[in-house]
């Protein structure tokens, strides 16, 4: 016969848990800091946070803010992640002349500072080609061979008026971001199972289909953060515009307020502020797509609740 004694449930435990005195000292340190720094800031009148409110105001510095900076990341990132996925498909590919294309653009445009990058973009290509004809490859070469009259052009472009604009500057970080974009591609790609291409191929889909419908919606849990910190990251770099140069935008046309009155920093507060604004829009927007594009990955289920029942009391 069993003991009783030896199926009796133990009492009820009273565990108290361990206590971090220095976690205390550590939170009000860090209290007394962001107070120090919050009176400095309130009661520093060389900051100007009213004339820094009137500078964001400016109607030069809101067609800077549109035209320039908003309208330079929306047109860069577009670039850089339609050109980042079609690079990151060739560099997977079992073709070694795609692969080797592949290579050498993200090894060239990674290695090259955008800042030199939009310079080259900005003086050197209209300095070398003042205009850019459209029509057979070797027109010019062909016609004058075979003695035709025609150039066989059908147009030309004027590459002075596209590089030295906005659309140069939107090429020039397009075309860096896309180099950024198709590492992050290819790293979601592979990080879909295999075995999820073969059963879509083993049902006849094309590659094409393939891509649309079972790759890319699985790899867009993997590609959207780091795909979210190069927008953010996109939106500080339209900065780098100036190298065209382009002057409709945001920190060039605060800069210039601020140093046609003498206020320097009045505008780098402006700036500042408009840059942490459209961030954190962003970052927002960032937060919701990764928990769409995350469903059913690294989701803890709730734990039950398990209540203490006294000394001797039943069930299971």
């Not at 339609?82 to 073709?95: F, H, P, T």
């Not at 590089?163 to 140069?168: D, V």
């Not at 180099?179 to 059963?199: H, N």
């Amino acid at each position: 016969m069993t003991d009783q004694s030896s199926t009796e449930r133990p009492g009820l435990i009273n565990a108290r848990p361990v206590r971090h005195p220095w976690r205390w000292v550590a939170v009000a340190v860090i209290v007394v800091m962001i107070a120090m720094i919050i009176s400095s800031f309130l009661t520093n009148d060389r900051w100007d946070f009213s004339l820094a409110g009137q500078i964001m105001i400016q109607q030069p510095v809101i067609d800077g803010l549109l035209k320039g900076t908003i309208l330079g990341t929306v047109g860069s990132m577009l670039i850089g992640v339609v050109l980042g996925i079609v690079i990151a498909v060739m560099r997977i590919s079992s073709n070694p002349v795609l692969r080797g294309v592949s290579f050498v653009y993200t090894w060239f445009f990674r290695a090259i500072p955008r800042y030199v990058l939009l310079v080259i973009i900005g003086s050197g290509i209209g300095y070398l080609y003042n205009t850019l004809d459209i029509g057979l490859p070797f027109g010019q070469q062909i016609a004058g061979l075979l003695g035709l009259s025609s150039d066989l052009t059908i147009g030309s472009l004027n590459v002075n008026g596209i590089t030295g604009s906005i659309i140069g500057g939107i090429i020039g970080l397009g075309l860096s971001e896309a180099a950024y974009m198709a590492e992050i591609a290819r790293s979601g790609i592979l990080s879909v199972d295999p075995g999820q291409r073969e059963a879509a191929q083993a049902l006849g889909m094309s590659n094409g289909k393939l891509m649309r419908r079972i790759v890319l919606p699985q790899a867009m849990r993997v590609i959207v953060p780091p795909t979210g910190n190069e927008t953010i990251a996109m939106v500080k770099d339209t900065s780098l515009l100036i190298a065209i140069p382009v002057i409709a935008e945001l920190n060039y046309q605060t800069g210039a307020i601020a140093n046609r009155i003498f206020k320097i920093m009045p505008g780098l507060v402006a700036s500042t502020a408009w840059y942490l604004i459209i961030c954190s829009i962003l970052m927002v927007g960032q937060y919701y797509l990764e928990r769409y594009f995350g469903r059913g990955f690294g989701q803890q289920r709730p734990k039950t609740k398990r209540f203490a029942r006294p000394a001797g009391a039943g069930g299971a």
